[in-house]
């Protein structure tokens, strides 16, 4: 049977046209098939395959719950990554999940039979064609962000758990000035929300000695 693989992906043309390329190859066989992470976590524990692939963007979560599901209960397992975001974030995050390999979609289809087979025979290495250029930009770029004082303590606030109102309540701020603030943290963090403003403040040192309570 050589290499068997699992396809998890939302997109059952993509499932399918993934299938035809790695039935191309005599040394790998697709055993399993899956739409959603429920589907395709519960699929690698019947199946037990050798190597994982998904797609990010799920109908009831993130494909990198499913490699984190299958990495706390498996080294062996090879674990690839396919997605259209191709971003440095994207890519360090699926590092750091546990992913043996990260490709766009906008790759060829043996580029990803090889990164299955990459995973396979070295399911805790990480190949991604961008990482190089990746770490980089990450080692290159900007240094971490200078926050004014009462936007420290608005970020701890955020990180407290504590809303728009009862952050001005808090800092005697009028509600309008409290989202301001918050408005310009999310800028200086590059962040759309509270969660991504909170991830980027713990990595970056800003909120040692505070734990957020919610993201």
């Known amino acids: 049977m050589g290499i068997t693989v699992l396809l998890v992906d939302d997109h059952e043309l993509i499932r399918q046209g993934l299938a035809r390329a790695f039935e191309r190859d ?11 992470v429920a589907d395709g976590v519960a699929a690698w524990a019947d199946l037990r395959p050798d190597v994982v692939v998904t797609d990010l963007q799920m109908p009831d979560g993130h494909g ?12 062996s397992t090879g674990l690839v990554v396919l997605t259209m975001h191709a971003g440095d974030d994207h890519i360090f995050a699926a590092m750091e999940a546990g ?12 580029d990803v039979v090889s990164a299955a087979k990459h995973a396979a025979v070295a399911p805790r290495t990480f ?37 728009t109102g009862e952050i001005a309540g808090r800092l005697y701020l009028s509600e309008s000035t409290a989202k301001t603030h918050i408005t310009h943290i999310y ?3 590059g962040a759309a929300n509270r969660a991504q403003a909170l991830v980027t403040a713990i990595r970056m040192g800003l909120l040692d000695g505070h734990t957020p309570s919610r993201f």
């Open 99 to 110: 992913a043996s390999a990260f490709v766009g979609k906008d790759s060829k289809a043996s």
């Open 187 to 189: 800028q200086k963090l």
């Open 64 to 75: 990198l719950d499913v490699v984190r599901a299958v990495r706390r209960t498996s080294d």
């Open 26 to 36: 005599d040394d790998m066989s697709v055993v399993g098939q899956a739409g959603s």
């Open 127 to 163: 190949l991604c064609a961008g990482l190089s250029a990746a770490m980089m930009r990450r080692a290159t770029g900007p240094s971490t962000p200078r926050l004014s004082g009462r936007e420290e303590e608005v970020l701890v606030l955020l990180a407290e758990g504590l809303g």
